[in-house]
């Protein structure tokens, strides 16, 4: 039958339904706080506020229920009809095709769901939206939703292969900056700025510490596609599914116009088929208030089946789950000592190095390390971890199967490794042949990856073989050849034979397709119960990425990770990974990526760029923010330690605190520091910071001390610091002026010598308010400290540990208000370089909760 008569068919049944008294006419639909109304035709015509009747579809614009993706076409509904006793809308298309959706009214949310679908076979994609909505505020692009202080509308994928966003090139978007404020009037826009304006990330586009490079609030880092900013009207939200049994030619990244991928070019990639297809996707449709967005998707969650990780009896989600972990190097002779005094229970092995799978070799043959005594098997010190109550586990690298370390790789390669591009031969190969000649050159031209690597290797039966390049006129030849790569074994090959150019990864190795990816999902679950491991670290997470097939990959791999873990014996799995997408959001309890002062400085307390760019991806997506590795600095005082917790507790962040054995027992102020954050960390599990006090915390004008106030009572004191960095050491003086802002109360302060490895001052004079005199008329090299502390005066070593006391007559006072302090040379300073930092805090009045 032609597509007319269909259609002619299709009007008489539409017309015999309006008989039955079925006819097409307007659909609302509705949840505890949201009414939505779908038009005739099948469009979105309103979305509103049930308590305040306020209407977040924008003005005179529509969205299509469900869309239908062919090549680069959209296919939009013509007539809708929905009967209400089946719950079912059927949606009739201009191609001829025919819908029928299944529509459930929960009290949080809309239930779509795709039942059945004619004249579908040149169909590739279908589209949930994208949906229309006046909310910008916040674009929550990982998970899909739009935000702003009253309302949160969000579309959730139902099934492993109902993705955020739009069909698009290899299913993932790329990075990049786009211009939003997210508060115009605290942050507007300069003059040859405007909204969803777009820029590259920064850097050659290969060191991830240089991709963030805007630190204006304005700059956003997109980092995913469910959700995008639409400066006409507000934003929309999307998610599609595919048809993945069909092969597809892609070009990955697809950067927006005028955006450089820089060493991250794109390049075509054949994207082999899996068995995965769109009927059955299913979505959650939710509009609510923000305040209950995070409790409506953990309800959506819960009755739809979705994966649902907890801790603690806490869904990982939930701020009141956020936690702190430890990333660990060097001996781990103290390491569960620290975590139990800390109070910290989840361990990231840094010290024993980086992890690839190995199926050859999963243990590596590599012990956990001690000073002076013979190392332990990574499944005997894991079952030690277990029995002690810590959540324990590796920096490892997800799917990237190396060719040195990696038994589907070499010396026999296998047949299920990840490919970029497939031709045949044309011409009889025997093992000693240097020239091959294959039908066409496909994109064999393209050097590498996507990530700008150097590695450009074939694959023919068993045999890898380097190259480089391939003639462009026929016969087409590859050049630079390097047969039998990897230890691999020369073959001889016939005519016709297939050969394959393998997708790299970006450490010059290789990734498994979707076949060979489940086998790694399941030897992760195994040698993580086996290893006696309740956490990983899934760095190069981008493996999932190789295969073409986007966020499907990701929650695929991960669906089969969590089930091989619960399977083997598995309780509860902490997972962190290089970053967060779509098929990821699910699984993980944290993405502490990045660190040290690119992401956030505890001593000047400030965000890094990088910092506040996943911050607001994040957050804006319900995922807690992240301060990254913070190493512990053998010169941390009590408050710029304390400042980690207290600003992580504030923004609703987690970090890895970074530690080794030889720089805590450097620290000086280690007993003090390990007492505040065991008592911060009760108090967070026991969930005592309240919306009030997590407003307070985030202040970054001020740094808080925290203190046990009983069995389930502490103080908070808020700080404020007085610092004077980079000050001339001279015999004139250099004068600072102190600030108090609270009361009178004892004084406490700490110079710090800087400046070249060779600088030192010969002697100190210090001068305060009330004309008391400190002399202290000793050598400070760089890096010691003089501190007067709780009325004593003393030099201190790199790490504020005690030297020598100087001896004072009085309990030092600081008035209220202000007050100046000079800081003297005794003697000519060596070099005119000498610096010197003071910091002087003074403390307010505690909060009782």
């Not at 779509?112 to 939206?129: A, C, E, M, P, Y």
């Not at 697809?254 to 820089?262: T, V």
């Not at 512990?632 to 207290?646: I, Q, T, V």
Request: aromatic letters at 12%; glycine letters at 10%; charged letters at 20%.
């Amino acid at each position: 039958m032609n597509v007319k008569g269909f259609r002619q068919i299709t009007i008489l049944f539409l017309l015999l339904l309006c008989t039955a008294g079925l006819c097409a006419q307007s659909i609302t639909l509705q949840t505890k706080y949201a009414v939505v109304t779908i038009d005739h035709k099948g469009f979105i015509t309103s979305v509103r506020n049930k308590k305040n009747n306020q209407e977040y579809c924008p003005k005179g614009l529509t969205s299509a229920l469900m869309s239908l993706h062919a090549g680069k076409q959209y296919i939009l509904p013509e007539q809708a009809v929905y009967t209400k006793q089946k719950g079912e809308i059927a949606l009739t298309y201009s191609n001829g095709s025919a819908a029928i959706i299944r529509v459930d009214q929960k009290p949080e949310y809309l239930k779509f769901k795709l039942l059945s679908l004619t004249n579908r076979d040149k169909i590739d994609n279908i589209i949930w939206g994208p949906y229309k909505t006046t909310i910008s505020a916040m674009i929550g692009d990982v998970i899909g939703v739009v935000r702003n202080k009253e309302f949160a509308f969000g579309l959730l994928g139902l099934d492993d292969n109902t993705t955020g966003g739009p069909p698009a090139e290899g299913d993932m978007p790329p990075m990049y900056y786009f211009i939003h404020s997210p508060d115009p009037v605290k942050y507007p826009l300069p003059a040859h700025l405007k909204e969803g304006q777009v820029f590259g990330i920064g850097g050659d586009g290969s060191s991830d510490v240089a991709f963030y490079s805007k630190p204006e609030e304005y700059f956003r880092m997109n980092y995913g596609n469910g959700a995008k900013l639409e400066p006409a009207y507000g934003a929309t939200i999307c998610v599609h599914s595919r048809n993945r049994r069909k092969e597809q030619m892609i070009h990955f990244p697809d950067y927006p116009e005028g955006i450089d991928g820089r060493a991250n070019s794109s390049r075509y990639q054949l994207v082999t088929a899996t068995d995965a297809d769109f009927m059955g996707s299913s979505v959650a449709l939710y509009a609510c208030p923000d305040s209950l967005g995070l409790n409506t998707i953990e309800k959506i969650v819960l009755a739809e089946g979705l994966p649902h990780p907890t801790i603690d009896g806490k869904w990982v989600k939930d701020p009141a789950a956020y936690r702190p972990d430890i990333a660990w190097r060097g001996s781990h002779d103290s390491l569960a000592a620290y975590s139990t005094r800390l109070h910290i229970k989840g361990i990231q092995d840094e010290g024993w190095g980086e992890y690839y799978p190995n199926p050859a070799n999963r243990w590596k043959n590599k012990k956990i390390s001690f000073t002076g005594r013979e190392g332990m098997s990574i499944p005997a010190f894991g079952a030690l971890m277990q029995q002690q109550g810590i959540r324990y586990g590796l920096h490892t690298l997800c799917e990237f199967l190396q060719p040195n370390d990696n038994s589907d790789v070499s010396p026999i390669p296998s047949d299920s490794l990840a490919i970029a591009q497939r031709t045949t031969i044309t011409k009889d190969l025997s093992p000693e042949d240097t020239i091959i000649t294959v039908a066409d050159t496909a994109y064999f031209n393209e050097f590498g990856g996507w990530e700008g690597t150097q590695t450009n290797v074939l694959k023919i039966g068993k045999e890898l073989i380097e190259y480089n390049g391939v003639t462009r006129t026929p016969p087409y030849t590859f050049l630079h050849l390097k047969r039998g790569a990897y230890h691999t074994t020369r073959g001889s090959y016939k005519a016709g034979t297939t050969l394959v150019k393998l997708e790299p990864n970006c450490y010059r190795g290789f990734a498994p397709d979707m076949n060979l990816q489940d086998v790694y999902a399941n030897y992760y679950g195994k040698w993580l119960t086996e290893g006696g491991m309740d956490y990983i670290d899934f760095d190069g997470l981008e493996s999932c990425m190789y295969q073409g097939h986007g966020q499907y990959s990701f929650k695929r791999f991960f669906r089969g990770l969590f089930d091989s873990y619960y399977r083997n014996g598995g309780k509860y799995l902490r997972v962190m990974g290089s970053a967060v997408g779509e098929g990821s959001w699910h699984y993980m309890s944290v993405c502490n990526v990045g660190g040290g002062d690119h992401m956030f400085s505890p001593v000047k307390n400030k965000w890094g760029i990088e910092g506040k760019d996943m911050r607001y991806v994040f957050e804006s997506s319900y995922f807690p923010a992240t301060f990254g590795i913070q190493w512990y600095k053998e010169d941390w005082s009590l408050y710029d330690a304390e400042n980690l917790e207290a600003k992580s507790i504030g923004w609703n962040a987690t970090y890895m605190l970074g530690l080794s054995q030889q720089t805590v027992e450097a620290s000086g102020e280690k007993e003090a520091i390990f007492t505040a954050i065991r008592a911060w960390e009760e108090a967070r599990m026991a969930n005592k910071f309240n919306n009030e006090l997590k407003e307070k915390l985030k202040e970054l004008n001020y740094k808080f001390h925290l203190e046990k106030a009983g069995a389930n009572a502490f103080l908070l004191y808020p700080v404020k610091e007085n610092r004077f960095s980079d000050q001339v050491f001279s015999t004139t003086g250099t004068t600072v002026q102190l600030q108090n802002e609270f009361k009178e109360q004892a004084l406490g302060f700490s110079i710090k010598v800087s400046g070249p490895n060779d600088a030192r001052v010969e002697g100190v004079m210090i001068r305060l308010a009330d004309n008391t005199v400190l002399t202290i008329d000793k050598t400070i090299y760089v890096g010691q400290h003089i501190i007067y502390k709780n009325g004593k005066l003393f030099v201190a070593d790199k790490g504020r540990k005690p030297l020598e006391q100087i001896p004072v007559k009085d309990n030092l006072r600081i008035s209220k208000g202000q007050s100046a302090m000079v800081v003297t040379a005794l003697h000519a300073v060596g070099s005119d370089k000498t610096r010197f930092e003071l910091v002087a805090p003074v403390t307010g009045e505690p909060v009782r909760f």
